[in-house]
């Protein structure tokens, strides 16, 4: 079973404008972190944000974390035709694994 | 570039025959991981080693699969009488064991089952 949920499932955007996805979890975590996925290809990570932190940059990534809320959300600023991809959540709980959400597929036209 | 490795990257068998998946980790990370991803879904979860020791298995793991890292370096995932339901991409990754860790993924080894 998938701990996170990802809100839209699918995102499309014009170029330069910003992409906001959200993830919301069920259990208490460690962490959470973003990854991306191009078509096809493995993931690749983005950010990761630890359970007593709210809020996190990395060039024009931007992540949230609510933990009352169990949710998060990424960012991503003046986007480009090459952030054409899927994002996953992934939360860190107990045990050493990441558990994965169904991802937001996002389209920046250019 | 030493990354994660995995092959074959397209796997292309008839149900019933038994494929294997190899995944060479980055080399200086001790634990690595197995995920299954189905179209337009996440990775899920299969079976993960710290060193050549499995330390946790996916109730989504049948018996018809197993997984190996003998020397704690490479691994290898094995189905068994494949089925249709298992066409997948088969997702290997690596970490450290230590401090607050991220997976570094492979490109993944395709499996097509007809």
């Known amino acids: 079973s998938q701990q996170g949920e990802e809100d839209p499932q699918a995102l499309s955007i014009q170029e330069g404008e910003n992409a906001t996805m959200n993830c919301s979890y069920k259990?208490?975590?460690?962490?959470l972190q973003w990854y991306r996925q191009n078509s096809g290809r493995g993931l690749v990570h983005l950010i990761l944000i630890r359970s007593n932190e709210r809020e996190k940059h990395s060039g024009r990534l931007r992540v949230t974390l609510d933990t009352s809320k169990k949710s998060s959300s990424l960012l991503i600023t003046a986007s480009r035709a090459a952030d054409t991809a899927s994002y996953f959540c992934a939360t860190e709980a107990a045990g050493n694994k990441l558990t994965f959400g169904g991802g937001t597929r996002v389209l920046v036209k250019p | 570039d030493t990354g994660v490795s995995q092959n074959p990257r397209h796997k292309i068998t008839k149900r019933g025959q038994n494929v294997t998946f190899r995944c060479d980790p980055i080399?200086?990370?001790?634990?690595l991981y197995w995920y299954r991803q189905t179209l337009g879904q996440g990775p899920e979860f299969l079976t993960y080693f710290q060193n050549e020791a499995q330390l946790e298995k996916s109730r989504l793991l049948s018996d018809r699969f197993s997984a190996e890292r003998p020397k704690g370096s490479f691994s290898t995932l094995e189905i068994q009488r494949t089925e249709q339901g298992d066409s997948a991409m088969y997702l290997c990754?690596?970490?450290?064991?230590?401090?607050?860790?991220?997976?570094?993924f492979g490109e993944g080894s395709r499996l097509t089952v007809l």
């Open positions: 080399s200086e990370h001790n634990r």
């Open positions: 990754a690596s970490s450290l064991a230590s401090g607050v860790w991220e997976l570094f």
């Open positions: 259990t208490s975590i460690n962490n």
